[in-house]
């Protein structure tokens, strides 16, 4: 496995994998298989595949090193990252470790009911039991939408100091029609391949529940349509376009006469794809319908079929810099380099999709989670966007006059900065760590925009982000 790894949590890795390399000298052959379920962050750890390599990986971290060392190496976060983590069971339903989850070592979950009726501990353990390992279906509350959504385990038996148990980790699919509701799935929020192949699997289930008819949901209902992110549906066999969502005039155009300026026939590409795969990406320019101008666009396209008709159904994504696609997401920033950047790309968000973008801003992974998050303030310093319940404007009066625990006029020096010639730079002050309670130092980058038009006729906004003193890490060691 790659994890990346920052700050304090790079000691505790490397010491977890000094302690693993010294067991594998003398550990049967087995037990030397490494790690290698996913590849990049363990929270992007999504297929089936994937959830069951790592839970006989951590079966086999188990029988090489020993309970005692696997629990305390299974509490560090080279094998736990939200949402994902390892729990184990004993067969009597009794909890052994679940270190992401507010269940405790000692808890019995023998007679507990997910909101089917099902019992899982139970489930797990004829299924650990009985099969050596396997599935266990369920729904649970989903961390980061506060919703039941459906919940994929996989378990494995495993000897606990003598006597069985059972070991396992979850992961919330992305892809079933139970996880497509409007307030998880919409075009607002399409950012990345994730989010784009999500969108589309969930139009899928759309077009199967309401056949064409969903057409008409397409081309004008919110959740499908907004500002670069929309639907296409063309005709497998012929081409023609039954929808191109926002864009009526072209109803029936010939896809098979469909290229770019570089001479990309990426209508017939769509085609040959999907003639032997089940999906794929067709790259080429087109015009993004947020901007105005034509840019490189990666379209997801999936083969559906309705009434046994087979169609192309894709949705695209327009492709952002090179600096805001090697962004890491906002619970990994902690340098000001990334920071700078950070803010930066927030900013390029906002030209492009305008009040659109706040929709990423408070609710994407993202562009928010740990310590770091933008916040956008119009031309009197009112809130556009706060995630921060404790310090959020419950009014719409100016708020130009907010100081720091020292006096400081935080808002009116962010104003400033922004509006000045430079357009750009850094803040500091002292404000409330949410984190620990403790009113210290925050350096925050902040940077001017503009909503409704250009820099000069359209209305001022600073964007900006901050880090605390004590979260900071110096640029190249975070």
Known sequence: ????????????????????ALSLLTAPAAAQTPCDSHEGRLADLHTRDQLKALVRCAAEHVAAVGWEQAAQDFETDAWWERPVYIFATRADGTVLLSPGSEINPGDNLWDWQDPDGVYPSREQVRVARDFGGGYVYLRSINPDTGREDPLETYV??????GEPAYLGAAIYPLDTHGTCSPEVVRASMVYNERDVERFVTCAEHHLQQRGLQALHDFNSDPRWIAGPTYLILLDMESLVALLIAGQPHMTGVDGNAMSDVDGVRFGREKQRILASHDDGYVYYRFENPASGAEEPKSTYVRRVLVDGHAYILGAGLYVPAAECRALPPA?????????????RC?????????????????????????????????????QLVYPLDYERQENDEPRCHVTDANGFPVNQEIRATTRSEVG?????????????DVVEVKHSYVIGGAL??????????SIGAGLYESQMQPDGQG
């Open 452 to 461: 409704h038009g250009d820099r000069v006729t359209g209305e001022h906004i």
């Open 346 to 382: 927030a900013k390029d968000l906002i030209d492009e999709r305008g009040e659109l973008a706040w929709d990423l801003f408070l609710n994407h992974p993202q562009w928010i989670g740990g310590s770091a998050y933008l916040f956008v303030l119009d031309d009197q310093c009112r």
């Open 1 to 20: 496995m790659q994890f990346r790894l920052r700050g304090h949590r790079l000691a505790a890795a490397l010491f977890t994998l000094a302690l693993l």
């Open 331 to 343: 619970q990994d920033i902690d340098t000001r380099d990334e920071l700078q950047q950070y803010v």
């Open 424 to 436: 750009e730079g850094w803040v500091d002050y002292v404000w409330l760590n949410p984190a620990n």
């Open 156 to 161: 494995a038996w495993i000897d606990y100091q």
